[in-house]
């Protein structure tokens, strides 16, 4: 079981920055990879990015590339979204999620076993 709660959600104007934490409690974490996804109104869920507990490899949707940066601190069983240069259509609520480590890191919701409760982001223009 791993439960996994994010903060770090605000109101910021377009151009801006904001940065997403999540902190992972439970047994074996290093067996789970972890990511974020964006689910906003209207829309489906999107991948935002995952990266490994140990090597800290990181993949990314190629609509935040660039922009936002994934990490880990281990010590602290904390995963970081750092979003820069956010646009209005970054808006949306941000969940941090857990599958298990594979050969791939996960980029689709089903390969998720568990999810934070979420955390609301909203970009102004």
């Known amino acids: 079981q791993v439960q996994l709660v994010e903060s770090g959600g605000g109101l910021v104007q377009a151009g801006g920055s904001l940065r997403l934490s999540c902190a992972a409690s439970?047994?074996?974490?290093?067996?789970?990879?972890m990511g974020w996804f964006r689910h906003a109104p209207g829309k489906e869920r999107e991948f935002v990015a995952s990266?490994?507990?140990?090597?800290?490899?990181?993949i990314y949707a190629d609509s935040v590339k660039g922009r936002f940066t994934i990490s880990r601190d281990n010590a602290k069983n904390t995963v970081y979204l750092q979003m820069n240069s956010l646009k209005p259509d970054d808006t949306a609520v941000y969940y941090c999620a857990a599958g298990p480590h594979g050969r791939r890191l996960f980029s689709t919701s089903s390969m998720v076993r568990y999810w934070g409760q979420g955390t609301q982001v909203t970009v102004s223009s």
């Open positions: 439970g047994r074996n974490l290093p067996a789970y990879d």
């Open positions: 990266i490994t507990w140990v090597v800290g490899s990181t």
